[in-house]
């Protein structure tokens, strides 16, 4: 016998005639006729190669063999049950159950900080899993099943995904203290496309978002592992860098040795947004997720509609610290 013979319909018969001990009451219970109550439990018998039940004038007994089997038919209409109640729950909650939710290196760190609590009241039954990497990474990920959702900075190849845009992030000056570009009037991206302009190692897009806002050499200045090291290095005086306005601190620098400046009304910036598999079953509840990571756009950041256009950013507090 193999599976494909094997009926859950069957199963609940056995065990209806196990707990009621008699063929008629259990027909009567699964609202079929005797006949075909006993015929079907004389097949799945001849089946499996077991007399499951001992049959009597007036009570029907289980064998040793039938006891080991009912016992095994329970917890198999028990998990099918479940399998049942798993998907009920899937259809009548945005998200449910384990989630891979991945961020690039220079978003996650403090983009989650600042939703999570809003997060898992909005999704109460999703646990997630939350991870880093770079773009490239996060894409393959994607593809192979091994991350479900990412928030990404666009563009990316969009091949067999789904992406919907979430904020506009935009990118501020950090320069050091002492610098001719601490102070001035309105700052243009083209200002800084100097030797003094540090960047991240290749691989990061926000390598490729600064070169390209400031029209700078891809090999100009120094190079750094992470935005920690780049605010590291310029507090050292190495130079000068954009920083995504998350990663911007509120607050002036207590240490009076960097300065952080906005740019003019057409200031870079980038697009983040949640991408995931347009094949995934669940894309209605990922759209649920999108939807409430626009609704939560940080401070300083300006949510995107549907379509994918910015509304006017949220103000935020000035972190700029003009050198005395």
């Excluded at 494909?4 to 056995?14: C, M, N, P, T």
């Excluded at 990412?150 to 610098?179: I, K, N, Q, R, Y």
């Excluded at 040795?257 to 079953?281: E, K, M, N």
Aim: charged fraction near 20%.
């Amino acid at each position: 016998m193999n599976l494909s013979g094997l009926s859950l319909r069957d199963l609940e018969y056995v065990v209806a005639v196990a707990e009621e001990s008699h063929f008629g009451r259990a027909a009567e219970r699964c609202n079929v006729s005797q006949p075909t109550l006993s015929v079907q439990v004389r097949k799945l018998e001849e089946a499996l190669g077991l007399v499951l039940f001992e049959r009597g004038n007036r009570r029907v007994m289980l064998t040793p063999a039938g006891q080991v089997i009912v016992r095994q038919a329970r917890t198999v209409l028990a998990e099918a049950q479940r399998l049942l109640v798993l998907a009920s729950e899937g259809r009548g909650a945005p998200l449910t159950g384990r989630l891979v939710l991945a961020a690039i290196q220079t978003l996650g760190p403090y983009l989650f900080p600042l939703v999570l609590r809003s997060l898992r009241q909005e999704f109460p039954l999703l646990a997630l899993a939350l991870s880093e990497a770079r773009t490239a990474e996060i894409l393959e990920g994607l593809r192979d099943g091994r991350i479900d959702a990412a928030l990404l900075s666009l563009p990316v190849p969009s091949s067999g995904l789904t992406l919907s845009p979430l904020f506009v992030e935009p990118f501020l000056l950090a320069c050091p203290a002492d610098h001719a570009l601490a102070r001035g009037g309105a700052l243009r991206a083209r200002d800084i496309a100097g030797p003094d302009l540090l960047l991240l190692d290749e691989g990061n897009c926000l390598r490729d978002q600064t070169v390209a806002a400031c029209g700078a050499g891809s090999a100009a200045g120094r190079h750094a592992t992470s935005l920690e090291t780049l605010r590291s290095m310029v507090a050292a005086g190495a130079g000068y860098t954009l920083l995504p306005a998350l990663a911007v601190p509120t607050s002036p620098d207590p240490s009076g040795l960097t300065v952080t400046r906005g740019f003019d009304v057409d200031g870079p910036g980038r697009t983040i947004a949640l991408a995931w598999r347009a094949s995934d079953p669940r894309g209605a509840g990922l759209s649920h997720l999108a939807a409430f990571f626009r609704a939560h756009a940080p401070t300083g950041t300006a949510a995107c509609r549907d379509d994918g256009a910015p509304r006017p950013p949220r103000a935020r507090r000035d972190s700029v610290a003009d050198p005395v």
